[in-house]
């Protein structure tokens, strides 16, 4: 008997860089993702891709995920390094993810492994700790948990609140009449090759100061007399409150005060966290022109890679749409 998982990509409305620094976050999975299918059994994992080149063949005792070849099997020998897997697997890897585009691409293809091998689905959060820490050795991105607990976590029509201390989640109903709307920048980027490490470096500089972000006040956050690190200790602080506005916003259908929270957060990854980019804040001020469109932001990581809306069901774009809908629901797995 074989093996389907189906794991989703997942878009952020707002909360972005918050994540490793046990902040707030408010993303959501989409109806794109990764499947997996193939046969348990045997001593070796054999995967084919159909939108990736070469094989991802790894034995079960695989102890350096960052020297595998192809680089995608990475990630697949991370989740192979850190559960530890059983029992082999013989299968086919097929996405509708764009790479490198902000989505969580990576993480989808963790978790559709992880479960695949025997990843235990009732433990959601364990499962998404063991594909974090894998991600951290496949390829040295020092990645929050946001990507990984959302997908194995995500609701149907419901977006997550996501605490990063607690480690804890609480789905918030998306009101009615409204969608959201992933369109691609055209930059692809892939996180090791940018700077995100240098800001996660640089938060917890700020933390070092001024002690927990999640902890913090904005006005502590001035009190730091480096302009660098006062500005990325602003960001992760206001972002923070701007989360919970969000669920305020969306549990009073504000649709108005949800738009301008997502335009304010946009506002601060560009200009206190410096993530975004020239295309990024194109795009966006495109879209806040745009007839139905609440608000838009980039999303993810940044440098590149998509930019979210929050819109009326009806708002037309002449845009790239990598998506648009309502909230999908998380990681599956079924016998066939």
Same mark, same amino acid.
């Given at each position: ?8 990509? %997942? ?14 976050? $408010?993303?959501?999975?989409?109806? #794109?993702?990764? /499947?997996? @299918? ?16 070469? !094989? +991802? ?5 695989? &102890? ?21 897997? #059983? ?39 364990? $499962?998404?700790?063991? +594909? ?8 040295? =991105?020092? +990645?929050?948990? !946001? ?7 995500? !609701? ?5 609140? $996501?605490?990063?201390? /607690? ?14 709307? =992933? ?10 090759? @940018?700077?995100?490490?240098? #800001? %996660?470096? &640089? ?18 956050? &001035? ?63 495109? $879209? ?8 838009? #932001? ?17 708002? =037309? ?20």
């Amino acid at each position: 008997m074989g093996t389907r998982v189906w794991a989703p990509g %997942r878009v952020n409305l707002i909360g972005d860089h918050t994540d490793y620094t046990g902040g707030l976050a $408010l993303p959501m999975a989409i109806g #794109r993702g990764v /499947e997996l @299918t193939g046969d348990p059994g045997g001593s070796w994992i054999m995967i084919g891709s159909e939108q990736m080149d070469g !094989m +991802c063949e790894l034995p079960l005792g695989i &102890e350096d995920p960052s020297s595998v070849q192809p680089p995608w099997a990475r990630y697949v020998a991370g989740v192979v390094a850190e559960l530890p897997a #059983r029992d082999g697997f013989l299968g086919t890897v097929s996405s509708t993810l764009p790479i490198g585009r902000g989505l969580a691409s990576s993480a989808a293809l963790e978790v559709a492994a992880a479960v695949a091998l025997g990843g235990d689905l009732a433990d959601p959060l364990a $499962l998404a700790q063991a +594909c974090q820490r894998a991600e951290h050795r496949a390829v040295g =991105v020092p +990645c929050g948990i !946001m990507d990984q607990l959302t997908i194995v976590a995500a !609701m149907d029509q419901a977006v997550l609140r $996501l605490d990063c201390q /607690e480690l804890s989640f609480e789905p918030i109903v998306l009101p009615e009449d409204v969608e959201v709307v =992933v369109i691609d920048s055209g930059q692809q980027r892939h996180l090791a090759a @940018t700077p995100y490490a240098a #800001r %996660r470096a &640089e938060s917890a500089r700020a933390e070092a100061l001024v002690g927990p972000l999640r902890e913090a006040t904005p006005q502590e956050a &001035e009190t730091i007399e480096d302009p660098v690190l006062r500005r990325r200790a602003r960001h992760v602080v206001t972002e923070n409150q701007r989360v919970d506005a969000l669920v305020t916003a969306f549990k009073d259908n504000d649709l108005r005060q949800a738009g301008e929270l997502m335009v304010a957060s946009h506002a601060s990854l560009r200009d206190d966290y410096d993530v975004s980019t020239p295309q990024l804040d194109d795009l966006v001020q495109n $879209l806040r022109g745009t007839a139905g469109v609440y608000g838009a #932001r980039l999303t993810g990581a940044g440098f590149g890679g998509c930019v979210v809306a929050l819109c009326h069901p009806y708002a =037309v774009f002449d845009l790239p749409v990598v998506w648009r809908g309502r909230p999908a629901s998380g990681v599956t797995r079924e016998e066939i």
